[in-house]
């Protein structure tokens, strides 16, 4: 196979998987590992993909990038519905208590699952999304408490120092976060600081905390970590992780659940 051949599939599986590996790429296209790393060299230099440590991501993925609400929504909705409604098991049948939603998409998902539940069940919800108030503030008989601190508008989230306090003087009995990267090496991570620090905030003052995050955001480091795997319960997603993540959850003791 020319190089130009393998150039254009080596782009092409990034489009499906978003990463490749320099020693299955090599095993692959039955070349050395050398060559691998030349072709993924001339790619990157053309813009077609980044770098990292044992292979290359999407330029998508890059560690700052963080798409719009708009955007978010839009993308893997079926995916992220069957996700929240998954992840409603963390409560069963007659839970009573108090359930804390981080901000964003995945999260909306389980707010949007939890609607039915919460004018006859004894649940209070707190979350610091304006997106996530306004779609439950309307729910006859539910119970909701906002966070407040400085709106983030990317994620219309509020943030700060204030936020961050606030959060840390509660003790939710179950947190459903979200999260833009989940790594074997780097645990959860997100583009944002301020994003980050209330993430951990909500981890950190949890009693039981239930991550969901649709397959895309598997194997994926952003520029801010904010938990170590060991600091979650169960992650929720819709594709099995692949053999690295998998063994690094079974020994931080994460229960899986596949939507």
């Keep these: 196979m020319y190089a130009t051949e393998r150039h254009e599939q080596i782009e092409l599986l990034l489009a499906a998987q978003s990463r490749v590996s320099v020693v299955e790429l090599a095993e692959r296209f039955d070349v050395t590992t050398e060559t691998i790393?030349?072709?993924?060299?001339?790619?990157?230099?053309?813009?077609?993909?980044?770098?990292?440590?044992?292979?290359?991501?999407?330029?998508?993925?890059?560690?700052?990038?963080?798409?719009?609400?708009?955007?978010?929504?839009?993308?893997?909705?079926?995916?992220?519905?069957?996700?929240?409604?998954?992840?409603?098991?963390?409560?069963?049948?007659?839970?009573?208590?108090s359930v804390f939603l981080d901000a964003g998409t995945t999260t909306a998902a389980v707010a949007s699952a939890l609607i039915p539940r919460l004018s006859s069940a004894r649940i209070e919800v707190v979350t610091h999304s304006l997106t996530h108030g306004n779609a439950l503030a309307g729910v006859p008989g539910a119970s909701l408490s906002l966070v407040g601190g400085r709106v983030r508008g990317l994620t219309a989230a509020a943030v700060g120092a204030d936020t961050v306090r606030a959060i840390g003087a509660l003790r939710p009995d179950v947190a459903f976060i979200g999260t833009n990267g989940v790594s074997a090496t780097f645990g959860l991570s997100t583009p944002d600081p301020d994003e980050a620090a209330v993430k951990r905030a909500i981890v950190e003052s949890a009693r039981r905390v239930v991550v969901v995050a649709d397959a895309e955001k598997l194997g994926a480091e952003l520029l801010v970590g904010f938990a170590s795997l060991s600091d979650i319960d169960v992650l929720v997603t819709d594709a099995a992780p692949d053999e690295e993540l998998a063994s690094a959850l079974a020994d931080a003791d994460v229960e899986v659940w596949l939507a």
């Design 37 to 97: 790393r030349r072709d993924l060299d001339h790619l990157e230099s053309a813009g077609a993909l980044r770098r990292v440590h044992g292979g290359a991501v999407s330029r998508e993925r890059a560690s700052t990038r963080e798409p719009s609400l708009a955007e978010r929504f839009e993308h893997h909705g079926g995916a992220k519905a069957a996700i929240g409604q998954r992840a409603l098991d963390a409560l069963g049948a007659e839970f009573a208590g």
